[in-house]
C-alpha cells in the first residue's frame, strides 16, 4: 500500500493527534518535522519462507561453526527500544522491539528472510508489525555482523520515503547450546499478540512429543507441534488456530508457522510465528511453570 492513499493510516503512524496518535520502532525526519514511523499496509505480493521444518540436532555444534548472522541476538534501536531477536540456519528471522522507555512491554516484531556472509547481512522483505498502530510497513535491511559477537543493521522503510531505523545488537551464547524437546517441555503462561486481536492472557503447553496444545482469555485454542531447529537453541513452530479464534475466522488464516526460543537463564519462552495470510503475526512471550 502506498503512502497517498493511506493519509490517516500515516498520520496515525506518525503520532499526530488528527488520528489518535501512537509509535512504531523507527523514526525519520520529513519537511523539517520529527516524526515516527511504525508500519502499515498490506503483504505486498511478498511471501516469507519460515523454513519450519523438522530437522535433527546431529550440526549443533554451532559454537564452532557459525559463519553466518545466525543467531539470538539483544541489543537497541536508535529510538530507544530494546531489542530481542534470533536469525536462524535458514536466514528466517525475527526481532520483537520494546515500546520506547519500556523495555519489559513489547510492542512490534520485525520479520524477514535474510542472507548473510563474509560479515554482511541483507534483507528485501521485512516486514514491521506494530502492535501499538495496529500497522505493518515493508522494509528492507542492510547490515554488517561478526560470527557469534556483534550485528549491525539499517531498516529502510520502502513505502515511507526517508525513513530508517539503526539496530545495535550483541550475540547471546545461550544459542549455542542444543535444543531439546525434553528441555522445552512443560506449561507456559505470558501473553500473545496480533494485530487483529492485540494483547491476551495466554497460555501453552508442549508434551514430550512436541505437541503443543494453547488458549486465550477471549476463547481461542490452538493445537500444533515443535520441533528443534537443525542447528542453534531454536525451535520450528506450527500452530493450527481454532474455531474460536479471531485469526481464523476474520482474519482468514487457517494457523501460522515460524519458530522459538526458550531463554534458560528466566525460562522465558519467545515464539514468532506469521500466518498463513502473511499479513499478521501470532508473538506469544511467556515463562515456564
Given amino acids: 500500500m502506498k503512502i497517498g492513499g493511506v493519509v490517516c493510516q500515516v498520520l496515525l503512524v506518525t503520532g499526530l493527534s488528527a488520528c489518535g496518535g501512537g509509535t512504531g520502532l523507527g523514526s525519520y525526519t520529513t519537511a523539517g518535522n520529527s516524526q515516527t514511523s511504525s508500519l502499515l499496509g498490506t503483504s505486498g505480493g511478498v511471501t516469507l519462507s519460515t523454513g519450519t521444518g523438522a530437522g535433527t540436532t546431529d550440526d549443533n555444534n554451532v559454537g564452532t561453526s557459525i559463519v553466518n548472522a545466525e543467531g539470538v541476538w539483544r541489543g537497541t534501536s536508535d529510538t530507544g527500544r530494546t531489542l530481542t531477536g534470533l536469525i536462524l540456519d535458514n536466514g528466517f528471522y525475527w526481532m520483537l522491539y520494546s515500546a520506547a522507555g519500556n523495555n519489559g512491554n513489547i510492542v512490534g516484531v520485525i520479520v524477514g528472510n535474510s542472507l548473510s556472509g563474509n560479515g554482511t547481512v541483507n534483507s528485501n522483505n521485512g516486514k514491521d508489525f506494530n502492535f501499538e498502530t495496529n500497522a505493518l510497513l515493508p522494509f528492507a535491511l ?92 531454536a525451535y520450528s513452530v506450527s500452530l493450527a488456530y481454532g474455531n474460536n479464534c479471531l485469526e481464523r475466522n476474520a482474519g482468514g488464516s487457517s494457523g501460522s508457522t515460524g519458530s522459538a526460543y526458550f531463554d534458560p537463564s528466566n525460562r522465558q519462552l519467545y515464539s514468532v510465528t506469521l500466518n498463513s495470510t502473511a499479513r499478521d503475526v501470532l508473538v506469544f512471550v511467556g515463562n515456564r511453570q
Avoid at 161 to 186: C, E, F, K, W
Avoid at 188 to 198: D, E, Q, V
Fill in 142 to 233: 542492510q547490515g554488517s555482523y561478526t560470527p557469534r559477537a556483534r550485528l549491525q543493521a539499517a531498516l529502510t522503510y520502502t513505502d515511507i520515503p526517508g525513513s530508517s531505523v539503526t539496530i545495535s545488537a550483541t550475540h547471546d551464547n545461550n544459542y549455542n547450546l542444543a535444543p531439546s524437546i525434553a528441555t522445552l517441555s512443560g506449561r507456559y503462561t505470558g501473553s500473545s499478540n496480533s494485530l487483529i486481536n492485540g494483547s491476551r492472557d495466554t497460555a501453552f503447553s508442549i508434551d514430550a512429543r512436541g505437541q503443543l496444545t494453547g488458549s486465550r482469555v477471549d476463547g481461542c485454542t490452538f493445537t500444533g507441534t515443535v520441533f528443534p531447529r537443525p542447528r542453534g537453541n
